[in-house]
């Protein structure tokens, strides 16, 4: 382990909640009698406001009036604004325990099935990046109708008496094509991309193109397999198993850190029920009750876009939805589309889709020889001053939308620089990247008028990375 130069604890006080209930040393009072905890979308929003309400009621009565954020990624994407939203209600309700709630920073997230179905899917990525041909992605898309879903938009998860966490319809396996036959394919973030067909492909020809895909794609850019060569986290890092449970890799050294009796003493933890972690144990299962990142969801179930549309304009400072653009597991099209189309807002004068910049400071010798390789990819020994760190987009209610250029599905880890920029604007509340002039200005001014216009956006916009 090596102290982190861009961690987070430099900006706020952090306090890193392991949920839902059963996973780390967290656990329920199934556990305490042998059982398991069984969670849903709803519990987990119950179960984190009544913990963070102890927090500031009793545990740390002093930071009872401080700003709080809300930060996490992935299936957080349910968790973040549930539990925003949770809070907020909660706040209104004299009886209960206020919490000072000032923002949120919500990273490669679960958000809205309709907008991440095929930004979610392993061939969809596959094509966009070039690993599949036009050709063999018309044959197993139009064709043969099938698809890769990742297994984080199942909707539900169960953990095996072996520790194996299986989502539902994998068959054991971490990606099985759900194989479906239509003559159109359903509109989305592909039509138009592909002409479909009514030729009836052959099993053959389906086996054959599924084939050649697997072998493109490192196994549609499986998390597990030993041989693995792509990186299913992040497209421009290096290939690396996972699993906390393979040595050698990062989170199985992170694993056993968390498990030795140093960790577990300064943590309270020795008399908690859960002794592995991450967990969570046998008979673990979680459910999903909302329209994300969940397979069954029940027809007009409310996706996380119903909850920004509540949540963003009561919420004191900015509510920021960001997505690395290089992620295979949610790729950020579908997470900006959900965004920027179905939540409604209108976009915020000047916030038009733009660049924002980070400064990449120098990283020591010293700590680049002691990371593990999944940090900080990109990180150097030489400075390269204001970087692009990906493109933002700004709304109504404070409701924002930003890639961060070159990262995977764990921002703060691939681009830590990056990350450490951005927390700093969503506590400060300031845009990631200066307004532009209104749409009717840039379009009356000259080439030149424009040009110059640029030249000094840009410098200003840089010189905010700093």
């Given at each position: 382990?090596?102290?982190?130069?861009?961690?987070?604890?430099?900006?706020?006080?952090?306090?890193?909640?392991?949920?839902?209930?059963?996973?780390?040393?967290?656990?329920?009072?199934?556990?305490?009698?042998?059982?398991?905890?069984?969670?849903?979308?709803?519990?987990t929003a119950?179960?984190?406001h009544?913990?963070?309400?102890?927090?500031?009621?009793?545990?740390?009565?002093?930071?009872?009036?401080?700003?709080?954020?809300?930060?996490?990624?992935?299936?957080?994407?349910?968790?973040?604004?549930?539990?925003?939203?949770?809070?907020?209600?909660?706040?209104?309700?004299?009886?209960?325990t206020?919490?000072?709630?000032?923002?949120?920073?919500?990273?490669?997230?679960?958000?809205?099935?309709?907008?991440?179905?095929?930004?979610?899917?392993?061939?969809?990525?596959?094509?966009?990046?070039?690993?599949?041909?036009?050709?063999?992605?018309?044959?197993?898309w139009?064709?043969?109708?099938?698809?890769y879903?990742?297994?984080?938009?199942?909707?539900?998860?169960?953990?095996?008496?072996?520790?194996?966490?299986?989502?539902?319809?994998?068959?054991?396996?971490?990606?099985?094509?759900?194989?479906?036959?239509?003559?159109?394919?359903?509109?989305?973030?592909?039509?138009?991309?592909?002409?479909?067909?009514?030729?009836?492909?052959?099993?053959?020809?389906?086996?054959?193109?599924?084939?050649?895909?697997?072998?493109?794609?490192?196994?549609?850019?499986?998390?597990?397999?030993?041989r693995?060569?792509?990186?299913?986290l992040?497209?421009?890092?290096?290939?690396?198993?996972?699993?906390?449970?393979?040595?050698?890799?990062?989170?199985?050294?992170?694993?056993?850190?968390?498990?030795?009796?140093?960790?577990?003493?300064?943590l309270?933890?020795?008399?908690?029920p859960?002794?592995?972690?991450?967990g969570?144990?046998?008979?673990?299962?979680?459910?999903?009750?909302?329209?994300?990142?969940?397979?069954?969801?029940?027809?007009?179930?409310?996706?996380?876009?119903?909850?920004?549309?509540?949540?963003?304009?009561?919420?004191?400072?900015?509510?920021?939805?960001?997505?690395?653009?290089?992620?295979?597991?949610?790729?950020?099209?579908?997470?900006?589309?959900?965004?920027?189309?179905?939540v409604?807002?209108?976009?915020?004068?000047?916030?038009?889709?733009?660049?924002?910049?980070?400064n990449?400071?120098?990283?020591?010798?010293?700590?680049?020889?002691?990371?593990d390789?999944?940090?900080?990819?990109a990180?150097?020994?030489?400075?390269?001053?204001?970087?692009?760190?990906?493109?933002?987009?700004?709304?109504?209610?404070g409701?924002?939308?930003?890639?961060?250029?070159?990262?995977?599905?764990?921002?703060?880890?691939?681009?830590?620089?990056?990350?450490?920029?951005?927390?700093?604007?969503?506590?400060?509340?300031?845009?990631?990247?200066?307004?532009?002039?209104?749409?009717?200005?840039?379009?009356?001014?000259?080439?030149?008028?424009?040009?110059?216009?640029?030249?000094?956006?840009?410098?200003?916009?840089?010189?905010?990375?700093?």
């Amino acid at each position: 382990m090596v102290r982190n130069p861009y961690a987070w604890t430099k900006l706020a006080n952090l306090v890193a909640v392991e949920s839902p209930v059963g996973v780390g040393y967290s656990y329920c009072d199934e556990m305490l009698h042998g059982g398991a905890c069984a969670n849903d979308d709803v519990r987990t929003a119950e179960t984190l406001h009544a913990a963070m309400q102890d927090f500031v009621a009793n545990k740390f009565p002093e930071l009872a009036e401080a700003p709080f954020y809300i930060s996490g990624e992935s299936y957080a994407g349910v968790y973040c604004p549930t539990l925003a939203k949770a809070i907020l209600d909660g706040n209104e309700d004299p009886t209960q325990t206020k919490i000072n709630l000032a923002g949120l920073a919500v990273g490669d997230p679960c958000t809205d099935n309709d907008s991440q179905a095929d930004s979610m899917d392993m061939l969809w990525y596959g094509h966009k990046n070039g690993f599949v041909l036009d050709e063999d992605f018309d044959i197993l898309w139009n064709q043969c109708g099938m698809r890769y879903a990742h297994p984080l938009a199942s909707g539900e998860w169960a953990v095996g008496e072996d520790g194996s966490v299986s989502a539902k319809g994998s068959s054991g396996a971490n990606y099985a094509p759900v194989v479906t036959h239509r003559t159109v394919p359903r509109r989305g973030l592909l039509s138009g991309l592909s002409m479909p067909t009514n030729k009836a492909p052959s099993k053959q020809e389906c086996d054959l193109a599924h084939r050649k895909f697997l072998l493109q794609t490192s196994k549609a850019f499986d998390q597990e397999w030993a041989r693995g060569f792509i990186n299913d986290l992040t497209l421009y890092g290096p290939s690396a198993i996972v699993g906390s449970s393979q040595k050698g890799s990062l989170n199985y050294r992170i694993a056993q850190w968390m498990m030795s009796d140093e960790v577990r003493a300064a943590l309270h933890v020795q008399a908690a029920p859960q002794t592995a972690w991450p967990g969570p144990g046998a008979g673990w299962t979680y459910g999903s009750n909302y329209s994300a990142c969940n397979a069954d969801a029940h027809p007009g179930a409310r996706s996380m876009v119903d909850f920004y549309r509540d949540i963003a304009p009561r919420v004191a400072g900015s509510v920021l939805v960001f997505n690395g653009d290089t992620d295979p597991c949610v790729s950020y099209e579908g997470t900006r589309d959900a965004i920027q189309n179905k939540v409604g807002f209108d976009l915020l004068e000047g916030g038009a889709w733009r660049p924002w910049f980070a400064n990449w400071t120098a990283a020591s010798r010293d700590f680049l020889d002691a990371k593990d390789l999944l940090f900080g990819p990109a990180l150097t020994t030489q400075a390269a001053g204001p970087q692009l760190a990906g493109l933002t987009m700004d709304f109504d209610h404070g409701l924002s939308f930003a890639t961060v250029h070159g990262s995977g599905h764990m921002v703060p880890q691939f681009r830590p620089r990056a990350a450490y920029r951005m927390m700093e604007g969503v506590l400060t509340g300031a845009p990631l990247a200066p307004l532009l002039p209104a749409d009717a200005a840039i379009a009356a001014m000259s080439d030149a008028e424009w040009s110059d216009e640029m030249d000094k956006w840009t410098d200003v916009a840089k010189g905010a990375s700093d």
